[in-house]
């Protein structure tokens, strides 16, 4: 099932036969797409081998594609659990065309930018050029230390600060010491949000410092770039696809992105980021389908041999009364698991039995069982007072590999 119904995407098929044809042209790929035939339909696309993240880079090392107008910005994600990805944006990060779909800002906001411009992490750079389309005054602040949070929002809240921007991680941390310091941002009525699924101890925290603020979402990656955006209006996990941006549900509510921008650098055709999702009609109203993102279908990760759902260990520590957000954190020597912890970021006061956990996620789990039978003590649950974060993002990853030497 795709996102656009055929009569929608008709007239912008031929962005993807040019995407095949350059697909073609890379020596790695053209044996598995010189037999498809020519797109003329939506289910031609669909009979389309998929393209993973090693192809993706492949081609982009092959292509090294130019902006017509204004400069090429190389932009790379991921390498904490797998190889980094590469993504290609013009000058303007195609924000014209999202604007144009969706408006949270507007000429009377001043706007807080903290996605940290990390290195070669585009979210800072796409999120400033949507407020430059919106004419609104910018506080491009970017990565904050721990001893600053105080002092900065006293700046929010004295600047009269209305709207600001991060991964949900890094706006869990300013909303989270804003609350534990009673402090309130009381202007602030926007929150705009990018990288991550929306976080419910976030929700909360948000509502007792900024009563009036409410969130507004864009889902997409590096390579794809924005997808889809959503409102006050909408769930958190629901968005509506932008009409450039063709996406498809497949086997296992796997989801595959084809990119209908004639501008677009990157050669998005048929792109498998491991998101699953599914199609529905959001409770907004607005007509059209939309897309629910139902998350991550690549969080099995090998553990001695054996399988381990992180996103199911990760839920399970969650529903700890206390615990805000949970981490799986796996040490390897020479690729073999060493040990497994599981890092609980409890709320403010609350007091969690980690032995009591560790004992019942042993139990309940075959694979930290089976694989843990001898040396159960390698197997560990403990409270932290942060997760293991991305410097460069600002993310907080549910999974974090170490290599010990």
């Known amino acids: 099932m795709f996102s656009l119904t055929p009569e929608a ?7 993807a036969r040019r995407t095949l044809e350059r697909l073609r042209q890379v020596p790695e790929l053209a044996p598995r797409y010189r037999d498809s035939q020519d797109i003329r339909t939506l289910d031609d696309i669909a009979a389309l081998p998929p393209l993973l993240k090693d192809d993706l880079n492949a081609a982009l090392a092959h292509l090294r594609p130019r902006a017509e107008n204004g400069a090429t910005w190389l932009f790379q994600s991921g390498g904490s659990t797998g190889a980094p990805k590469l993504g290609h944006a013009p000058t303007g990060f195609y924000m014209a065309g999202v604007h144009a779909h969706w408006q949270p800002l507007d000429r009377d906001d001043v706007f807080v930018n903290a996605w940290g411009a990390g290195r070669m992490w585009g979210a800072h750079f796409l999120a400033a050029a949507l407020a430059d389309l919106s004419g609104c005054q910018v506080i491009a602040l970017g990565s904050v230390t721990k001893d600053e949070y105080a002092e900065w929002l006293a700046f929010f809240a004295a600047r009269e600060v209305t709207a600001i921007g991060g991964t949900p991680s890094v706006l869990g941390l300013w909303f989270a010491r804003a609350r534990a310091a009673g402090l309130e941002l009381p202007d602030l009525r926007k929150v705009l949000w990018l990288g991550e699924a929306w976080q419910p101890q976030l929700e909360e925290d948000m ?16 390579e794809t770039w924005v997808v889809g955006t959503n409102t006050p209006h909408c769930p958190a996990d629901t968005f509506h696809t932008l009409p450039h941006q063709l996406v498809h549900v497949g086997e296992d509510r796997l989801l595959d992105f084809t990119a209908l921008d004639p501008e677009m650098l990157n050669p998005v055709l048929r792109y498998r980021t491991g998101d699953a999702g599914r199609l529905v009609e959001c409770p907004c109203g607005r007509p059209g389908r939309a897309l629910r993102v139902l998350g991550r279908r690549d969080s099995v990760v090998q553990v001695r041999g054996l399988g381990l759902h992180v996103d199911e260990v990760i839920a399970r ?3 700890e009364t206390g615990v805000s957000r949970a981490q799986v ?3 390897e020597t020479g690729g073999r698991a060493g040990s497994v912890e599981v890092l609980l970021l409890t709320a403010p006061g609350a007091t969690v039995d980690a032995e009591r956990l560790r004992k ?3 139990t309940e789990t075959f694979t930290l069982s089976t694989a843990f039978q001898h040396d159960p003590e390698n197997f560990r649950v403990r409270p932290v007072a942060d997760l293991i974060g991305n410097d460069r993002t600002g993310k907080t990853s549910g999974l974090v590999v170490l290599e010990e030497r």
Do not use: K, N
Request: hydrophobic share 50%; net charge neutral; glycine share 6%.
């Open 207 to 222: 509502a007792a410092v900024a009563p009036e603020a409410r969130r507004w979402g864009m889902f997409g990656s590096t």
């Open 317 to 319: 520590a969650e529903r």
């Open 329 to 331: 954190v796996i040490s």
């Open 9 to 15: 995407a008709e007239s912008r098929l031929p962005v």
């Open 360 to 362: 019942e996620l042993l």
